[in-house]
């Protein structure tokens, strides 16, 4: 798990002022290497917020003001689910390294463990409601 550190996404996106959406990306870990085989395993989806309008997080607070990895989070966790959102909202992010994250994660706050398997990540938006406009312009990682 700690091999994450060094893995660098890029992510640029054209965001609008309405609607209620969410930006940023999805990293999905499981404690089955094949889970949409077998669906017996545990996971998390791990969601960074880069920037949202209108759509506060649902699940519960854990922890304000968080620095990590040079930036600062707000925590929230509820079942299998966990958003680190940013204080200080961003449209694109270049060479973000996911393995400060993953460690808080990990080392931290245990939502993950360390043999469990990364087996996607996403970047986009979640879009609740309007949206004309909003585009994921790259991605990489």
């Known amino acids: 798990m700690n091999r994450l550190a060094g893995v660098l996404l890029?992510?640029?996106?054209?965001?609008?002022?309405s609607g209620n959406w969410d930006n940023g990306y999805d990293i999905w870990f499981n404690s089955d290497p094949n889970?949409?085989?077998n669906q017996t395993g545990s996971y998390l989806e791990l969601m960074v917020w880069l920037s949202d309008h209108?759509?506060?997080p649902t699940?519960?607070?854990v922890a304000s003001n968080v620095p990590i990895?040079?930036?600062?989070?707000?925590i929230y966790m509820s079942g299998t689910e966990a958003i680190y959102q940013l204080t200080a909202a961003v449209s694109s992010v270049t060479n973000r390294d996911l393995g400060p994250i993953v460690y808080d994660a990990l080392n931290t706050?245990?939502?993950v463990q360390s043999n469990w398997y990364l087996i996607d990540i996403?970047?986009?938006?979640e879009i609740w409601q309007g949206?004309?406009?909003?585009?994921?312009?790259s991605f990489s990682g």
């Not at 890029?10 to 002022?17: A, G, K, M």
């Open 10 to 17: 890029n992510l640029s996106c054209t965001q609008v002022s």
């Open 35 to 37: 889970p949409l085989t």
């Open 54 to 56: 209108n759509a506060p």
């Open 59 to 61: 699940l519960a607070p």
């Open 69 to 74: 990895g040079g930036r600062t989070y707000n």
């Open 109 to 111: 706050r245990h939502y």
């Open 122 to 125: 996403e970047a986009g938006f």
């Open 131 to 137: 949206g004309n406009g909003l585009r994921v312009n």
